[in-house]
């Protein structure tokens, strides 16, 4: 079955720093969408990524979704205090559509003040 | 607007009883999807369903049944509870119509003793 691996695992910064956290799925993908989740919280969806090559920013995030639609990376510029959870990455295969997405094991960020 | 609606949010079983975990959406979304959330592996999905009267398996579904008699409602059912389904559970919904944005409900916490 379709498998989605997200590196790295932990990331401790600096505030100020930037942090990248990368997806690569085992199969072609129709989309690829991010999500944040913070401690006790529940997933928030970021955003949804669609194209080959495309690249989207939100304020000082940056998200890319690779040429060949099986990887992607999320981007953050100045990390803040606010920035603090963990990042997924979840992928919707070619058959399939929003209802049934793979997780990627996501990305806790965690941030020095 | 309420959005995804979760109850219980904790519930403690003991092994070997049933329950249900509700799941209400009042967005007219077409799909909805059950997730649990163990430590370290991200989100996995249980079962799905893109219509009323529609349901289908996802990665984890043994020790589940779900039923989606109407738009709004996606019980999940445990039929006899055993540790190993002691996690976190996410409702989510979306629809192709608003964007394909997902929304989560706030979860729920099952512990099976």
């Known amino acids: 079955g379709q498998q989605v691996m997200q590196i790295p695992q932990y990331q401790h910064v600096q505030e100020g720093e930037d942090f990248t956290t990368y997806c690569n799925s085992s199969?072609?993908?129709?989309?690829i969408q991010w999500y944040k989740q913070r401690p006790g919280g529940h997933p928030v969806f970021l955003i949804q990524l669609v194209k080959s090559g495309e690249v989207k920013k939100q304020k000082r995030l940056t998200f890319q979704f690779g040429e060949a639609k099986k990887n992607s990376s999320l981007h953050i510029t100045a990390t803040q205090t606010t920035d603090v959870g963990t990042y997924f990455c979840a992928g919707a295969s070619a058959n399939f559509g929003n209802e049934k997405l793979t997780f990627g094991t996501g990305t806790r960020l965690t941030i020095i003040p | 607007n309420a959005g995804v609606t979760q109850t219980p949010k904790f519930q403690v079983l003991k092994t070997g009883q049933s329950m249900t975990l509700q799941c209400a959406q009042d967005m007219n979304h077409e799909y909805m999807s059950w997730y649990r959330q163990d430590p370290g592996m991200g989100l996995r999905l249980i079962h799905y369903s893109v219509g009323a009267g529609i349901t289908d398996q996802g990665e984890v579904p043994n020790g589940y049944n779900v039923s989606r008699s109407t738009t709004e409602d996606f019980p999940l059912r445990l039929l006899s509870a055993a540790p190993s389904q002691t996690s976190v559970y996410f409702c989510a919904s979306s629809s192709y119509l608003s964007g394909n944005t997902i929304y989560f409900g706030e979860g729920s916490w099952l512990t099976v003793v």
């Open positions: 199969t072609t993908l129709s989309n």
